[in-house]
């Protein structure tokens, strides 16, 4: 199934698709040590987001976001690729300053965890296997 | 988007590496947001200080900035992770301090000023109605687009910094008079006062409505400090750029269809959530950073007092410089109480060092819960003098 969305940031990725349906604070609401999602209570707690296909509605939280992710990107424990149901600007920022492919305008209702994702975010194409 | 011959210069190179990756930043974000042009700016607050935060790569970014990077325009920093002049004090590394200087060195060197508040307002950094800005710092940007009336998206660091070394900012979002109408009218029935019930108000009111623009009525006065705590804490809880308060906001909204009311139980289940069954050990004033008029009721509330417990009294170094000369700080510091300035609790790197935070501060609550592992218990000003003196 291919699912078409607008280009955040360019890039092709392949990988394992984690979903979650709530937003995620990449400022304290993950740990860029371990890719760890630690907000009390959020239905990722304690899962890794690291080398996955992240799929979420939007991030949340701090404008720090942005640097919370390229701090991920150069220790190697960001995730492969983001994609949005409607991104907003800490997670656009911090995709392009990272380089970490980014699509969004996905119905991400389509995608579930563990299945393999190709990203690309040129042609802002999600396909899913 | 259309740009000027100038700012396809920029793009291109032209005026070097800095303004050529912030170039970029911008016209992404333009993009993406359908903007028609940049826009000029008078003046930019930056976020993504701390070096808690940023860590070696976002120090690495901004050092490749700094090589030709030069800001055009009145640009104010975020707290860093340690009082830079205290740190030692408040118990941080040296480790920490080395890369922490060399962030603000990093800063300085592209001409912002490392005034390190989340308070800009509180200490030169005065836009005013109408002005477009381009500001980061969730509670700032609140207090600037609702309180003041200049507008402003929420930027993210790299953004605002982007901003800060072009002047210029992608017109969309909070620059465009269409996005800033309410959307929901918010009747509040009960009467709210001091910082830490408009602070609760924030976490009802931004759980609701999230980032959508609301209209609130019901509120008949509301000073600075108690407007700074609620910006704080419903950009926090929701996510919220702008906000109106019939009566006490500038901008000239009509009022939504849609409504919800607020009432005292409201209220009151808010401040449950953010009461636990713990212990102090620590307690924490100035989220945002605590203004004159907070300082001087501390000194008053604090005078021939000693605390018992840990007490942070995080602030702006201008702000506490004026508080040095007015004879304030000898008596907060007298009881016990120790300032921090140019650093707060939600960026200094603290995590597991208390176990039960008492403070006025919502938004100071949550961060203490996400980041730093403490109980929390907020509660009045008077209240939490009372809590660190037993």
């Known amino acids: ?129 | 988007m259309k740009l000027t011959k100038q700012e396809k210069d920029m793009l291109n190179g032209k005026y070097g590496y800095a303004v050529k990756k912030s170039m970029g930043i911008l016209v992404a974000l333009g993009e993406i947001y359908n903007a028609k042009k940049l826009v000029e700016v008078t003046s930019v607050q930056i976020a993504g200080v701390s070096y808690d935060n940023l860590g070696d790569a976002g120090l690495e970014f901004l050092e490749e900035l700094a090589k030709d990077g030069k800001v055009k325009v009145l640009t104010t920093l975020n707290p860093a992770g340690m009082d830079l002049e205290n740190y030692k004090a408040l118990g941080i590394s040296e480790d920490f301090a080395v890369k922490q200087r060399k962030v603000i060195e990093a800063f300085s060197k592209m001409g912002i000023l490392p005034t390190c508040t989340c308070t800009p307002y509180l200490i030169g950094n005065n836009p005013h109605f109408e002005q477009h800005i381009a500001w980061s710092e969730s509670s700032a940007v609140a207090y600037a687009n609702s309180v003041i009336g200049a507008y402003t998206n929420r930027e993210g660091g790299p953004s605002a910094l982007a901003s800060a070394l072009t002047g210029k900012t992608p017109l969309y979002g909070m620059h465009l008079n269409e996005n800033r109408k309410a959307q929901v009218k918010v009747k509040v029935t009960c009467p709210v006062k001091g910082t830490w019930e408009f602070g609760a108000l924030g976490k009802v009111i931004g759980e609701k409505a999230k980032a959508k623009p609301v209209l609130i009525t019901g509120i008949k006065e509301a000073t600075v400090d108690e407007l700074k705590s609620f910006s704080a804490s419903i950009a926090t809880y929701g996510g919220a750029a702008i906000f109106h308060i019939k009566g006490i906001t500038p901008a000239k909204v009509s009022a939504p269809k849609e409504e919800f009311t607020v009432t005292q139980a409201d209220l009151v289940k808010a401040e449950k959530e953010l009461d636990s069954e713990c212990e102090v050990d620590f307690v924490s004033v100035g989220c945002p950073h605590a203004s004159l008029n907070e300082l001087a009721k501390l000194a008053e509330l604090l005078k021939g007092k000693k605390v018992k417990k840990e007490f942070w009294i995080t602030t702006a170094r201008p702000t506490k410089k004026i508080a040095d000369s007015a004879g304030y700080s000898k008596i907060i510091e007298d009881s016990g109480a120790k300032f921090a300035a140019d650093t707060c609790c939600v960026v200094a790197p603290i995590k597991n060092r208390f176990k039960c935070m008492a403070t006025d501060s919502a938004k100071g609550c949550y961060y203490a819960g996400a980041k730093n592992n403490f109980k929390v218990k907020i509660m009045p000003i008077e209240k939490l003098v009372e809590e660190a003196c037993k």
């Open chain 1, 1 to 129: 199934m291919e699912l078409k969305g607008r280009k955040i940031c360019g890039g092709k990725a392949e990988g394992e698709a984690l979903v979650t349906k709530q937003g995620i604070s990449f400022f304290g609401g993950v740990d860029t040590q371990t890719g760890k999602v630690q907000e009390k209570g959020h239905e990722l707690e304690g899962q890794s987001i690291s080398g996955k296909i992240l799929v979420f509605p939007q991030g949340k939280g701090s404008t720090v976001g942005s640097y919370a992710l390229y701090r991920m990107k150069k220790q190697g424990t960001a995730p492969k690729a983001l994609v949005n149901a409607e991104c907003e600007t800490i997670v656009a920022v911090g995709a392009i300053i990272s380089e970490i492919p980014c699509v969004d305008k996905i119905d991400i209702s389509k995608i579930k965890t563990g299945q393999k994702i190709k990203v690309d975010g040129d042609s802002a194409t999600v396909e899913v296997k």
